[in-house]
């Protein structure tokens, strides 16, 4: 008889920990109190517009950690193309006047400035802070699990964010 995993929540964690306890010869059972799986990695619709989350979830699955984890997952294939655009986000209000989040942080940046030169100073403040807090090759380590974590280069995390944590 197959041991059993009994796992608390259809989100993207659940759902990964259920494929890799079946990969690994569990029987799992996933409880989820929403009526539909996914967690934080789904879409609703509201008065008209399509909210979709999941999309964050798969920005920057082109390489690293996250297409790694996709490819383990069965949710992604050498076959599935990974469009790659430039704008992360656009909101469109009543009016028809958009908002964008840039991919590229210096394009977001330009074109924050652009739209609201009054706020160059707070722009560059709030980029600073971006910056600390852009891990570049740190994600790996953070994407571990706690207890494969290693100690130095997570204390060299919180110390190059430190300063954004201050008042």
């Given at each position: 008889m197959k041991s059993k995993i009994i796992i608390i929540g259809g989100g993207i964690a659940g759902l990964s920990a259920g494929v890799f306890g079946q990969k690994h010869g569990f029987e799992t059972e996933i409880f989820e109190m929403h009526t539909i799986p996914g967690g934080q990695c789904t879409a609703w619709k509201r008065k008209?517009?399509?909210?979709?989350?999941?999309?964050?979830?798969?920005?920057?699955?082109?390489?690293?950690?996250?297409?790694?984890?996709?490819?383990?997952?069965?949710?992604?294939?050498?076959?599935?193309?990974?469009?790659?655009?430039?704008?992360?986000?656009?909101?469109?209000?009543?009016?028809?006047?958009?908002?964008?989040?840039?991919?590229?942080?210096?394009?977001?940046?330009?074109?924050?400035?652009?739209?609201?030169?009054?706020?160059?100073?707070?722009?560059?403040?709030?980029?600073s802070i971006i910056n600390k807090f852009s891990f570049s090759g740190d994600i790996e380590e953070i994407m571990k699990p706690k207890p494969l974590r290693k100690t130095l280069p997570m204390l060299k995390i919180l110390l190059k964010m430190w300063p954004t944590m201050v008042p």
């Open positions: 008209g517009y399509m909210f979709d989350y999941c999309i964050a979830w798969l920005m920057g699955s082109s390489s690293g950690s996250m297409n790694t984890l996709w490819k383990q997952l069965g949710a992604l294939s050498e076959n599935v193309p990974i469009i790659d655009p430039e704008v992360f986000i656009r909101n469109v209000d009543n009016e028809g006047r958009e908002f964008l989040m840039y991919k590229d942080m210096q394009k977001w940046k330009a074109y924050l400035k652009s739209i609201a030169p009054e706020d160059e100073e707070k722009i560059s403040r709030m980029f």
